[in-house]
């Protein structure tokens, strides 16, 4: 929608442009008897100077007059030929060229030679070729079109070149015809030929270090998507190795676990006959919290198992792992009554949790922050909201906080991609709400699940 209101835009900008050239004539009548009286006035004095004065003013309305006609066809024609397309382009922009000259030429009777315009429209395209479309084209197209068009204009007044159909006009007549009669045309075959090839080297050097500066834009891009691409794959590289060093760590802590499982069990054999009773219930505690443990080995090495526990459990699990009482933070737990229970993988679904905790106890930087978790059952799911009053999230980053190596502080950026994770892998769904200087407000939705239900993971889009 909106490429098309710039395109139509452009198009009405072209007609406007090409309208004012259509007029200039009409304004530009007294240049035109200047011209025609200096040249008069040489040949009466025979003063080639007046020759000269003569050339520079013709120069001058031929660029008034050509210069919006030409940059407004270039605007009509990028707004109808689709996408710039190099097949289609040139002829449209030829042919409307081409159409605005003959309407010029009928309203006028300029008798303009057709050779030169042609001449120009070729040139220019060759040099269009070359500017691609960045941040500055249509200025930098205006710049050589310029130069371009002093140098096509320059080229109709060699005299040399009229048995070709070149200055062929009215005005650019009169003035070879004066310079015939005073030098023999040496004095425009000179003049005019010097100018026409600085104005066409000028116009080709520009083109150049536009190309290679377009080029070196290319190449930078180039550069930062392939600099993007690599950090993503170090990242997935290192969350990749991390995550198996991890796995072989921890499930190289089964080894001990059984070492310690059996060494109580021989112990309780050994104290069999004894009668303390204060030593049993020590057995019976280091059995339990071992068993434990290995039950939350098994979790974290399979994020597929899940437990059914309620909401009030799962918190004051994380809890139970946060560091709070050297943070200046306040925290409140809210939740709804007759919650119902969750299916869950505990380890994998408390880190989940915690990481975003963790998150907004350090977005308050050791001052003073309040952290209120509000879990609420709607609709057959569990909403888990956690809201902090800390500085919030910009409104640029929004959209990239669950990407994988994302970070404001020069981490790993794993945390948020592991929640989103998690989160998908219970069939559930979390969004970010933020208003930065404000708050930040992340919401859980987790399905509640019946008997014999399954856990999909799907995909989901930021609200």
């Known amino acids: 929608m909106r490429k098309k209101q710039n395109n139509l835009i452009g198009g009405l900008t072209g007609l406007f442009l090409i309208l004012a050239g259509g007029t200039m004539p009409q ?18 004095h025979s003063d080639s100077g007046l020759v000269i004065i003569a050339s520079f ?5 031929c660029l008034l007059i050509f210069f919006p006609i030409y940059y407004g066809s270039m605007l009509l024609t990028s707004s109808l030929a689709k996408s710039q397309d190099p097949v289609t382009y040139p002829y449209f922009f030829a042919g409307i060229c081409l159409f605005n000259l003959t309407l ?15 001449f120009f429209i070729g040139l220019i395209l060759l040099l269009q070729m070359y500017n ?3 941040k500055y084209f249509y200025f930098t197209y205006g710049v050589n079109l310029l130069f371009a068009l002093l140098a096509a204009h320059w080229l109709q007044l ?71 691409e690599l950090k993503e794959t170090k990242t997935a590289l290192v969350e990749s190795k991390v995550y198996k ?41 280091m059995e339990h919290s071992v068993e434990k443990m290995k039950d939350m080995i098994s979790e974290i090495l399979s994020e597929n198992i899940k437990q059914e526990l309620t909401v009030k459990e799962l918190l004051e699990y994380v809890t139970s792992h946060l560091s709070l009482d050297e943070q200046q933070v306040n925290m409140e737990i809210e939740l709804d009554d007759n919650l119902p229970c969750i299916q869950v993988n505990k380890i994998r679904f408390s880190r989940a949790i915690s990481n ?29 909201k956690i809201k902090d009053d800390g500085p919030g999230i910009k409104s640029e980053h929004i959209e990239s906080i669950w990407q994988d190596g994302f970070s404001t502080k020069n981490s790993s950026g794993i945390g948020l991609s592991f929640v989103r994770r998690v989160i998908q892998n219970h069939g559930g769904k979390v969004n970010v709400h933020s208003i930065p200087g404000s708050y930040t407000q992340m919401v859980i939705s987790l399905p509640i699940l019946e008997a014999g239900d399954e856990v999909n993971e799907y995909h989901y889009t930021n609200s």
Do not use: C
């Open 57 to 61: 003013v013709y120069m001058a309305r």
């Open 158 to 228: 060699i005299p040399a070149l009229t048995v070709f159909g070149f200055g062929t006009n009215d005005l650019a007549t009169s003035i070879k015809t004066a310079d015939s009669f005073l030098t023999g045309n040496s004095l425009l075959n000179t003049i005019a030929s010097v100018f026409f090839i600085v104005f066409l080297t000028i116009a080709f050097i520009f083109t150049l270090l536009l190309h290679l500066s377009n080029k070196q834009i290319d190449t930078l891009k180039k550069y930062q998507v392939q600099e993007e």
């Open 356 to 384: 975003i905790i963790e998150n907004a106890i350090s977005s308050f930087a050791g001052k003073k922050g309040n952290i209120h978790v509000d879990v609420k059952s709607i609709n057959r799911e569990v909403i888990f």
């Open 132 to 134: 691609q479309r960045y």
């Open 27 to 44: 304004f530009f009548s007294n240049w035109s008897r200047f011209v025609v009286d200096s040249v008069m006035h040489s040949i009466t």
């Open 245 to 285: 060093e991890i796995n072989m760590l921890v499930h190289d802590l089964k080894t001990p676990l059984v070492t310690v499982q059996g060494l109580i069990s021989l112990i309780e054999m050994k104290l069999q006959g004894a009668s303390s009773t204060p030593f049993k219930n020590y057995f019976t505690r």
């Open 104 to 118: 010029l030429n009928y309203l006028y009777n300029t008798n303009f030679s057709y050779s030169g315009q042609l």
